[in-house]
T-cell receptor, first 110, second 111 residues
Framework: DGGITQSPKYLFRKEGQNVTLSCEQN?????MYWYRQDPGQGLRLIYY???????QKGDIAEGYSVSREKKESFPLTVTSAQKNPTAFYLC?????????FGSGTRLTVV | GQNIDQPTEMTATEGAIVQINCTYQ??????LFWYQQHAGEAPTFLSY????GLEEKGRFSSFLSRSKGYSYLLLKELQMKDSASYLC????????????FGAGTRLFVKA
C-alpha cells in the first residue's frame, strides 16, 4: 500500500544534540512537507520541497535543516539551535487536492 | 494576513448530530479542507470544498460559503470513535499554493 513512513515514532534528545527524523514516501508525489504541531496551535510549516534537490523555508525554519536527494525521502534535522524542539512532527506529501500525512514523530528534549 | 478560527472543544452525545464551524480570512482562496486527527496519530483527509454549497460523504458533510469566509463540518449519528480533533485548513495562492491550518476542534463524544 502507498503511504508515508516516519521514524522513529518517539525520540528523545539531550540538550545540544542534533537529531534527524526520517520521512519516506512511495506515493510518487513531488511535493513533501514538514510540519510541527504544538498543543492549542495549528500545524506550522517548517520546510517544504516541490522537487528533488530543491527545498524552501516555511514559517518556522530556524533551527531546522532538510535535504531532498531522492524523491522518496525528505529527512528533517533538528539542530541544537532550535531552542524549543519538544513537539509532534508530521511529514506530508501532496498532490493539489490534499495532503497525505505520516504517523508522526514525537520529539522530547530531556 | 491569513487566519483561521475554530472552537477549541465541543462535546456531543452518541447518536446525535454535531456541527463544527470554521471561519477564515485569506486572500487568494483556493479551497478548504477538513481533516480528522486522533490523539497521537496522523491527520486523515475528510473533505475538500472548492465551490459554495454542501458536500455529503456518508455520515460526514462539509459546507462552504466563500463570500462569508465560513465552513462547517457536520457529523451525523455520532459514534464514540468520532472523538478526535477536527482540523480546518485553507489552501490559498500567494506566489504558489500554500495551506494554513486551524488549531483544531477537539470533539468529545459521550455515551
Amino acid at each position: 500500500d502507498g503511504g508515508i513512513t516516519q521514524s522513529p515514532k518517539y525520540l528523545f534528545r539531550k540538550e545540544g544534540q542534533n537529531v534527524t527524523l526520517s520521512c519516506e514516501q512511495n506515493l510518487n508525489h513531488d511535493a513533501m512537507y514538514w510540519y510541527r504541531q504544538d498543543p492549542g496551535q495549528g500545524l506550522r510549516l517548517i520546510y517544504y520541497s516541490q522537487i528533488v534537490n530543491d527545498f524552501q523555508k516555511g514559517d518556522i525554519a530556524e533551527g531546522y535543516s532538510v535535504s531532498r536527494e531522492k524523491k522518496e525521502s525528505f529527512p528533517l534535522t533538528v539542530t541544537s539551535a532550535q531552542k524549543n524542539p519538544t513537539a509532534f512532527y508530521l511529514c506530508a506529501s501532496s498532490v493539489r487536492d490534499g495532503y497525505t500525512f505520516g504517523s508522526g514523530t514525537r520529539l522530547t528534549v530531556v | 494576513g491569513q487566519n483561521i478560527d475554530q472552537p477549541t472543544e465541543m462535546t456531543a452525545t452518541e447518536g446525535a448530530i454535531v456541527q463544527i464551524n470554521c471561519t477564515y480570512q485569506t486572500s487568494g482562496f483556493n479551497g478548504l479542507f477538513w481533516y480528522q486527527q486522533h490523539a497521537g496519530e496522523a491527520p486523515t483527509f475528510l473533505s475538500y470544498n472548492v465551490l459554495d454549497g454542501l458536500e455529503e460523504k456518508g455520515r460526514f458533510s462539509s459546507f462552504l460559503s466563500r463570500s462569508k469566509g465560513y465552513s462547517y463540518l457536520l457529523l451525523k449519528e455520532l459514534q464514540m470513535k468520532d472523538s478526535a480533533s477536527y482540523l480546518c485548513a485553507v489552501n490559498y495562492w500567494s506566489g504558489g499554493f500554500k495551506t494554513i491550518f486551524g488549531a483544531g476542534t477537539r470533539l468529545f463524544v459521550k455515551a
